[in-house]
Structure formats: C-alpha cells, structure tokens
C-alpha cells in the first residue's frame, strides 16, 4: 500500500468516525431530553399524589399542646 493510499484509507476512517460521533451525540441529546421531561413528569405526579393523600403529620392547630403547658 502506497502512503498515498494510506493516508487516502485513515480519511475516509476519520469520516466514519465523525459520522458515527454526530449519530452518537445527537442519540445523548435525544436521551437527555427524554429524561428531563419524565423527571419533570415524575415531579408533577409526586405533587399530585401528595395533594391526594393525606399526611399522617398533624397540623399545627390540631396538635395537643405538651403536658407542661
């Protein structure tokens, strides 16, 4: 193989290579945004069940005051 072939088959490597780079970035990008809105989901349902269960924490005007008082 000529150096000239050579240097000629390393490009066309790199090419692939930044191809496949570019596909792999823009499959995190896609990823990260698939988590954000699913913790932002999870986030909103969390609220949700909360505001329809009740606390097992009395408030504070239903709480007995200590025996000192």
């Known amino acids: 193989m000529t150096p ?3 240097i ?3 490009e066309i490597r790199i090419a692939h290579m930044e191809a496949s780079l570019e596909q792999l970035t823009q499959s995190s990008l ?3 945004k698939i988590v954000e809105e699913q913790r ?4 909103d349902l969390q609220r949700q069940v909360r505001g329809l269960t009740p606390s097992n924490i009395a ?3 239903e709480e ?6």
């Open 64 to 69: 007995t005051p200590p025996p000192h008082y």
């Open 8 to 10: 000629t088959e390393l």
């Open 59 to 61: 408030s504070q005007s």
């Open 4 to 6: 000239d072939e050579r």
């Open 40 to 43: 932002l989901t999870i986030k």
């Open 30 to 32: 896609a990823m990260e």
